[in-house]
């Protein structure tokens, strides 16, 4: 049986009633599992990496799928510049190595910590992922206080890892 989603509509009248505030919104969002990824990129910007559990698919003709950085983030202007991003999809065991570039690290301690390849793209490739995505941004779309990065496909690789990484409650959980 196929059920009808329910739609809530907030009315702008009403002021900050029927709305979560921030705290309310991060705590909900904390129970919507997501995989784990740590995004790359590499080009006359610079080369970056950051973890992100806001990546999905979008389309697949062309193949493409979203990420979304904040626009405040230390890579934001590198990703920008480059205009290409790889989404490498962690998988069990990848908890240090997903904290690492989700902290204040340097890029140089981040990057030591793995073995690398380039895509065609010339994103960093991290060589024991679940499955990497290389891409070229296709569109931005500002949403708040972050871009939502449209980024076509160009080259995948699957890797041999068959267990996944997930992110819920605030903690990691392996799949």
Partial sequence: MQ???VATTVDPSAGSQGVPDK???RNAMARLGAAVNIITTDGPGGRAGFTASAVCSVSDEPPSLLVC???SASVYE???RNGVLCVNVLGAGHQAISSLFGGKTAMDERFASASWS???SGSPILQDASVSFDCR??????VGTHDVLICEVISLSTGEQ???LIYFNRQYHEL
Avoid: D
């Fill in 162 to 164: 068959a267990q996944s």
């Fill in 78 to 80: 590198t990703f920008k």
């Fill in 23 to 25: 705290v309310e919104f």
């Fill in 137 to 142: 941004l296709s569109q931005i779309t500002e």
């Fill in 69 to 71: 950085l904040n626009r």
């Fill in 118 to 120: 380039s895509g065609p």
């Fill in 3 to 5: 059920t009808s989603p």
